[in-house]
């Protein structure tokens, strides 16, 4: 499989041939194994930032912890992480689980983890998240890598407030193990032909009740474990963070792409052609900074972006990198439609020069229509269309919904809508990251589409989300 390890892609091949059907089951742990880092410090760290801990928990939180790590019971700290959350709302803390997901912890949600996870989805497998952590650190994962069923600890709740018990233990250790046994007698899960991924010492318990137990980039005592018992070990990528030598890189790259549009627009001056000049500077624009930066791209089927001109081209929005990426490779005649807010944004002014975007007030619906209607008439004209029809940057590879807005214009102006499949943009420039880090943009330009209608729209925009999922989930050689 393009873009993974020979460890992991082995592991999936082995996957792929093994049983199918979800009698086998596939059991995984999640910090330190489905996400780089541990969700509670996440959840602590916001309340600490929100001065939510007094004195006296952070004080007990920190004794606590120093006797865990001495050989005390590592699960004290949990707990009176729990009892310092009695009489808060359940809905609360759900909502800022929600929230903690979007903005740091889908970031470290492990590419090749997501991988074995849907090898494990398409062979059938019953999956689930088998943890000590709690549903509202555990849900949002979940249902990002589409997992429906969490094995965790619970804690009760009493007309919607936590009372700071648990119900039942806490799934750490043989808990856990006992946890997955009730799981699988449930659901009929066989688990002499079940899958389990673990990074913990505390794990060997858990990963001893499957037949196919593997250690996930597991820690010193787990591994030693493995290497005894005879368990294979992966040890898998981590999300790619900002270096100061990759800062220092992306600097030098704005500073590229400045002179790329400086460059360009001189150009055209001195031919005397202003239309030309902003082409100049849109391919020095995305190619001097990219490869300042360390970026490469592996295209399959660029000819299809020459094919059908003028276009509408969609591609899925994981990153600020994805407008650079989608520049270089229409490299002229096109433009953007963006919401007027952005206007003004330090980071799309220079663009601003060179694309003209079509600016929108989404807040004055008869200015956006008279918006789209000159957008109309430009792509007749000649200049085709950049847009996302996800609307706004997931924070995950996972797609949103597509709006209808990029379909109804390829209807208007009777042009095909050309598909371009993005991956890697969210792993190299993360969603709220100013910082880009090298490495290869992998890029799929799907088959183009034609005689866009309002009778069918709804059908064939589904059709062509579907068809950004199967490129994703299995990308082509």
Not at 129 to 152: F, M, N, W
């Amino acid at each position: 499989m393009s873009g993974l390890s020979t460890a992991v892609s082995d592991a999936i091949a082995a996957i792929e041939a093994g049983p199918q059907g979800p009698s086998v089951g596939a059991f995984f742990d999640l910090d330190g194994t489905l996400v780089a880092g541990y969700t509670a410090a996440t959840f602590y760290g916001d309340r600490l930032k929100g001065r939510d801990v007094s004195p006296a928990e952070f004080l007990r939180t920190v004794v606590t912890a120093v006797d865990g790590e001495l050989g005390g019971d590592p699960t004290r700290i949990a707990h009176v992480a729990f009892s310092a959350m009695r009489g808060e709302s359940e809905e609360a803390f759900a909502d800022l689980g929600e929230r903690l997901f979007r903005s740091k912890i889908a970031g470290t949600i492990r590419r090749e983890s997501r991988a074995l996870v849907l090898a494990h989805q398409r062979a059938g497998h019953t999956v689930a998240v088998a943890s000590a952590a709690t549903k509202y650190q555990i849900a949002p994962v979940a249902r990002d890598l589409g997992v429906e069923h969490l094995v965790c600890t619970r804690l009760v709740v009493e007309d919607g407030q936590f009372t700071g018990a648990t119900d039942g233990p806490m799934l750490w250790g043989r808990h856990k193990a006992s946890g997955v046994r009730a799981f699988a007698r449930e659901h009929a899960v066989d688990l002499a032909q079940s899958y389990g991924y673990g990074n913990g010492y505390e794990d060997v318990a858990f990963l001893s009740s499957v037949g196919h137990p593997t250690a996930l980039n597991p820690h010193r005592d787990l591994r030693a474990a493995a290497a005894r018992l005879g368990w294979p070990a992966l040890d898998l990528s981590d999300p790619v963070g900002g270096s100061l030598l990759a800062a220092g890189r992306t600097a030098v790259a704005l500073a590229g792409m400045n002179a790329g549009v400086g460059l360009g627009l001189a150009y055209g001056l001195a031919r005397g052609d202003l239309r030309e000049g902003r082409n100049a500077a849109i391919r020095l624009a995305t190619h001097l900074p990219m490869a300042l930066a360390g970026v490469s791209m592996d295209v399959l089927h660029q000819e299809r972006l020459w094919t059908h001109r003028p276009a509408i081209f969609v591609a899925n929005h994981q990153s600020s990198l994805d407008i650079p990426v989608l520049g270089r490779l229409l490299e002229r005649d096109f433009t953007i439609v963006a919401k007027k807010e952005a206007r003004w944004d330090p980071r799309a002014v220079v663009g601003s020069v060179v694309i003209d975007p079509a600016w929108i007030d989404r807040s004055d619906s008869e200015s956006a229509r008279a918006t789209l209607d000159g957008v109309v008439d430009r792509i007749r004209s000649g200049t085709s269309l950049m847009i996302f029809p996800e609307g706004t940057r997931s924070a995950t590879p996972v797609l949103g919904p597509f709006r209808k807005g990029a379909f109804h214009l390829a209807a208007q102006a009777g042009v095909p809508v050309v598909p371009v499949v993005l991956r890697n943009t969210g792993e190299l420039m993360r969603r709220s990251s100013l910082v880009l880090n090298p490495g290869v943009v992998d890029v799929c330009v799907l088959e183009p589409e034609t005689d866009w209608s309002v009778d069918d729209m709804s059908e064939r925009i589904a059709a062509l989300r579907t068809k950004f999922e199967q490129t994703l989930a299995r990308w082509p050689s």
